[in-house]
């Protein structure tokens, strides 16, 4: 007698929850010795005898997965049920429906192999955080790989405009510009010339203004945007707080937010004290003293790329101390050279401000920079047509000049005329003026 084969739905031991392969059932034939070891179709529907009980609880065989499923659903049945009878209810299956129910209630405690799956806790086990690990040290992690990319790139810049400009196209200012500028604000304003020695004031910030290199470089940190009063009071009110000028190793004790509190006055103390504290510790580190005098032999270069080094130290602040305390030929831009070197054309309008420094610096000849430097400083915060906000009225001699952004050579010559005439015209009205006083006087003693 063959093989039977039903068409039926996969089934799953839904007892255990795996998936049973079993061989296929061979009906034998009636008077036959039964040989499987697992019942057969037809002994799934009769009451369970007790030679197929005890051969239902033996695990079935697994098989090649080459079976027809119509066997396989076969077998499974008879698993279920054999199972089902020997769940201890002391009676077997009545329906297909009911065993099914049955058994998906009693999956998680009789099935032998849910106690194999391993559990996961209820809640996760919290990992303690050690002081250099966690949130903090990520962000103490970001902000250096931050520093260190700032300062990559202000000293790939300098090295890549330190001797030329950024703007080769663009030719001005020629060195005429420079004199003719420096000329007419020298009048304006009063000359400006180079101390022979650096001497630190003692009522203010200055910019620059010290005799050393440290000192001068956080005299001008302090002086960074903001006006020489609120940087002269941050200064003495730090100088106060610490007793001195050059109390650094009390600044770096006393930590940075009692620096930050004397600077509070001078704007931006929260940044300034940080940029201080870092340059302080930064210089103690790598010398073993609070002290930057070594710059004095270094060559230009060499001490605008250590300053530029230090976090919160830009091309300006570092050209101030070259300029001032170094006494090196270096043209500085502010925020008034800046806005001056456009309206006089000296610069193009969409370039930065430490584009504009390369550029100028590159052009302006050295024996300028620092008159020309200071001039048009002075000029950018007295004159009413040049400061911030000011509009061209026509009186300010220099934008004459510089009419519209183009260096008028005509212009220059008509207004020294006009100045010589000027001067020619005020001489004779003294004069008139003396004569005649001195005629009401004679006049008068007559009278007498």
């Keep these: 007698m063959g ?29 036959q010795k039964r040989v499987d070891e697992l019942p057969s179709a037809a002994s799934c529907m009769r009451t ?3 030679s197929d009980v005890q051969a239902s609880q033996m695990p079935p065989p697994r098989v090649p997965p080459q079976l027809r499923r119509s066997a396989r659903n076969i ?36 099935s032998p192999v849910s106690k194999k799956v391993k559990l996961e806790p209820a809640s996760p086990v919290r990992r303690q955080l050690s002081p250099t690990s966690g949130p903090k040290r990520v962000k103490v992690m970001d902000e250096i790989a931050k520093a260190e990319v700032l300062k990559d790139r202000k000293l790939k810049s300098f090295a ?8 080769p196209e663009l030719l001005r200012p020629t060195a005429e510009e420079c004199k003719v500028a420096h000329g007419i604000l020298a009048r304006l304003h009063g000359e400006r010339l180079r101390p022979e020695a650096v001497v630190a004031p003692t009522n203010s910030a200055g910019c620059g203004d010290a005799p050393s290199v440290l000192d001068a470089l956080v005299r001008t940190i302090l002086s960074q945007n903001t006006n020489n009063r ?15 000028s050059d109390k650094w190793e009390d600044i770096v004790r006393g930590g940075q937010a009692r620096l930050q509190k004397s600077i509070q006055s001078g704007g931006l103390a929260a940044t ?6 870092g340059v302080l510790r930064q210089t103690k580190d790598k010398y073993g003293v609070y002290s930057l005098d070594h710059l004095f032999q270094a060559s230009d270069e060499e001490a605008m790329k250590e300053m530029l080094s230090f976090q919160g130290v830009g091309p300006k602040t570092a050209s101030c101390v070259l300029l001032f305390c170094l006494q090196r030929p270096s043209f ?18 969409t370039a930065g401000r430490e584009e504009t420094q390369a550029h100028l610096d590159a052009m302006v000849p050295d024996e300028e920079k620092y008159p020309l430097h200071l001039l048009m400083v002075t000029h950018g915060q007295r004159c009413e047509e040049c400061k911030a906000g000011g509009r061209s009225a026509g009186k300010c001699e220099l934008r004459r000049v510089f009419r519209g952004g183009r260096f008028m050579a005509g212009a220059q010559e008509e207004e020294e005329d006009v100045g010589e005439v000027d001067a020619v015209v005020k001489s004779e009205e ?10 009401d006087a004679v006049v008068k003693k007559e009278d007498e």
Excluded: C
């Excluded at 084969?5 to 008077?31: C, H, K, M, N, Y």
């Excluded at 890549?160 to 703007?167: D, E, G, Q």
């Excluded at 003294?430 to 005629?439: G, L, P």
């Design 332 to 349: 500085a831009v502010d925020t008034h050279v800046y806005r001056l070197a456009g309206l006089l054309g000296w610069r193009p309008s």
């Design 48 to 50: 369970p005898h007790a």
């Design 75 to 110: 077998s499974i049945k008879a698993v279920v049920q054999a199972e089902l009878g020997n769940a201890g209810r002391g009676k077997g299956p009545t329906s297909t429906a009911e065993p099914v129910k049955r058994a998906r209630s009693s999956t998680k405690t009789e």
């Design 3 to 31: 093989v039977s084969w039903i068409d039926e739905p996969e089934t799953t031991d839904l007892v255990s929850g795996l998936l049973i392969f079993a061989a296929p059932v061979r009906v034998q034939p009636a008077g």
């Design 230 to 244: 609120n940087s002269s009071r941050a200064k003495l009110s730090m100088d106060k707080e610490y007793g001195g």
């Design 272 to 277: 300034k004290s940080k940029v201080i504290m």
């Design 160 to 167: 890549a405009f330190a001797r030329k400009s950024p703007f």
């Design 430 to 439: 003294h004069d008139a003026m003396v004569k005649s006083e001195e005629h």
